[in-house]
């Protein structure tokens, strides 16, 4: 059975998790048109800046329609900005607003934002409760287990969450003070599920198709996010779909792994080189790149791909000297080259 946010219908209970600098709109579509990706949450959105109407965070909310259905997330730490802001995101068409309570970073949650709003439950109640009055569309919350080991409180604010109107939570089963280290407490996930009616979504530590499959089978969540195990495993979710209605998972062909990190860099030209300046990438040698105004669209592009490449890289035989070249490359063209190379002679 494939779960209901609000009105929402997913078609799939594996989400893909929203990860700053990583999960930007060129990502999302590429890993949505592999298949069993049930939703995609953007990159978290500074209430403060749509409000504002910042440009560069604009960008940040971005999507297209095949996206759909998509989630905006959106931090802050003022009700009424923040009810601004989701009536900013219903506007711009958005099937869910997605209010960030997880962010562990220092620089977010120094702002009362993020995770820092966990250690202030009712604040963080009426944060949802405003936006929920403020639109149609539903209001979900991304969460931890709590602060730290001393403050776990995740099945408390899912209640209060609840109460204030959110549609459905989702649970990282770290605290804030583990950041990513440890293990995810699954067991924790599904005491918050056990305590509310909404849906609960469980995340952390699912980075192969069989993880995931086990633990919808085991717990009583919802819906599995997946983060990390995405950005090495873009197919992730197409095969545990398949794992999970007893088909042999897709296998993945190298050179299609190759493909997907130049499909990837072409939407990110088309999106910032090519718009801008009109350059259009030509095959290696045939190209001296971009017009200088052009040049810091290009390092935009390499930065991102440098970004992924990090993670996707790990596991392949080889990804370390991949990675090595990838941070060494200085333009556009070779970079193309050199992913080429590396995946057609593999």
Known sequence: MTPRIGTVSLHSPVVMAPMAGMTDTAFRRLVKRQGGCGLVVTEMVSSEGLVRGIDRTLEYAEYTEEERPVSIQIFGGDPSKMADAAQIVEGMGADIVDINMGCPVPKIAKHHAGCSLMREPSHAASIISAMAKAVKIPVTVKMRAGWNEHDINAPLLARMAQDAGAAAVAVHGRTAAQSYSGESDWSLIAHVA???????????????????VARLRESSVAGVLVGRGALRNPWIFQQATDAAMGRVPRTVPIEARGQFLLDYMDLLIDERVSEATGFRHTAPGQSDGPPPEARGRERWVINKLRALGSWYTKGLDGGAQLRVSINSAKSIPELRDLITKFFVSS
Not at 194 to 212: M, N
């Open 194 to 212: 056990a305590g509310v009616s909404i849906p609960v979504f469980g995340s952390g530590d699912c980075v192969e198709p069989a993880q995931i």
